[in-house]
């Protein structure tokens, strides 16, 4: 019987594995990469809201939890996915600059925020109100990442490429029966994918789509991320990443043409040389109203879990996370009520009144 069998490999589903077999557990990982909002994502990880000036949740454990988490996988695998790199915020007023300083002197963002303008003039962009320059910041490669851990899974017989049928689990005591898998625990990681989930399709995952860009511009001279309204990265060889948009209603992940115009005029606000566009691609996010995770066990079925939500912080909230549910199923430790599935344990009911996930074979 293995003790875990996880359901999406996305930056959820590999950091699960990652904390289940450092602590010797033995586990089996199924998807059929019908979801890419992992793969395709920016990958920045920040502690500040910049938009709000507001500390991320849990920002101080998460950067913690989250470069241990990294550095241990870059041993295990010999690929850097990790760079640090400063994340600074353009300034389009002397009132910008005020709110910033302002936000500086808030316990909480202290330790984030440089009280320190930076003057420095890029190549390509006007900066005639300076930068901010946000603290702990950088960004993982998200796509190299997934790829190198998918291969490690292959490579060990850990992966399963195929779409998972949650009508063919049976329950047993303890744990499940699927297909001919035996195992302790499912834990759920499945991004977008859990609306077709009967067990946890009551939870309230809107999704929100984002767009975002590959530019090649060999006059913008750039050596740290940009962010505005929209996000610059530079990826070396005159190569950029660029985005992203949200968009609450469509939840396919094509590229559009709306999202396009979005992102060239918001470009165009920023940098002043040419550009050309090398790819587009979208993908949709899991987020939550409430702007907080989902993970805990399903209030029914012990051996049923769920780790998914992390939005647009999925770099940083993917290890904390993780570590959380794992103690929380091996230990019993608590999940903070912010986090916990539990929140919505009105829905839960209201769920079962008018629809339960088809009985199954004891």
């Not at 500390?55 to 913690?64: D, G, I």
């Not at 389009?92 to 316990?107: L, V």
């Not at 990443?241 to 920023?270: H, Q, S």
């Amino acid at each position: 019987m293995l003790d875990y069998l996880i359901v999406g490999s996305g930056l959820a589903g590999i950091s699960f594995a990652e904390v289940a077999l450092k602590n010797n557990k033995t586990i089996l990982l199924i998807d059929d990469e019908s979801q890419n909002s992992s793969k395709v994502a920016g990958g920045l990880y920040n502690p500040v809201i910049l938009k709000r000036f507001s500390e991320v949740w849990n920002a101080k454990q998460q950067l913690v939890l989250m470069n241990d988490f990294y550095s241990q996988v870059e041993n295990k695998l010999k690929t850097k996915f990790n760079f640090q790199m400063p994340i600074l915020r353009k300034f389009f007023s002397i009132e910008e600059q005020n709110n910033w300083f302002a936000a500086s002197d808030k316990i909480n963002l202290e330790p984030f925020l440089s009280t320190k303008l930076i003057s420095k003039k890029f190549n390509g962009i006007d900066s005639p109100y300076d930068y901010g320059e946000v603290l702990h910041t950088g960004y993982v490669n998200t796509a190299l990442l997934l790829e190198k851990y998918k291969q490690y899974l292959i490579e060990n017989s850990l992966l399963l490429n195929e779409t998972f049928e949650s009508n063919d689990i049976e329950f047993l005591d303890p744990g499940i029966k699927y297909k001919n898998i035996q195992a302790r625990h499912i834990v759920f990681a499945e991004g977008f994918g859990l609306h077709k989930n009967p067990f946890f399709n009551y939870l309230p995952l809107d999704g929100t789509k984002g767009e975002l860009f590959i530019i090649k511009a060999p006059n913008l001279d750039l050596d740290v991320i940009v962010n505005t309204s929209v996000f610059i990265l530079p990826l070396g060889n005159d190569l950029f990443k660029v985005g992203a948009t949200y968009n609450w209603y469509d939840k396919t992940a094509e590229p559009t043409e709306e999202g396009k115009k979005e992102l060239l005029e918001r470009i165009r606000e920023i940098i002043t040389c040419d550009f050309e566009i090398v790819k587009h691609f979208g993908g949709v996010r899991p987020t939550v109203a409430d702007r907080r995770p989902i993970i805990g066990t399903h209030e029914a079925y012990k051996s049923l879990h769920i780790l998914n939500g992390l939005g647009t912080r999925g770099v940083m909230l993917g290890p904390a996370l993780a570590l959380i549910l794992f103690n929380h199923i091996e230990k019993g430790d608590p999940i903070d009520q912010e986090a916990d599935i539990k929140r919505f344990h009105k829905r839960y009911l209201k769920a079962l009144i008018y629809s339960r996930p088809q009985d199954h074979k004891k």
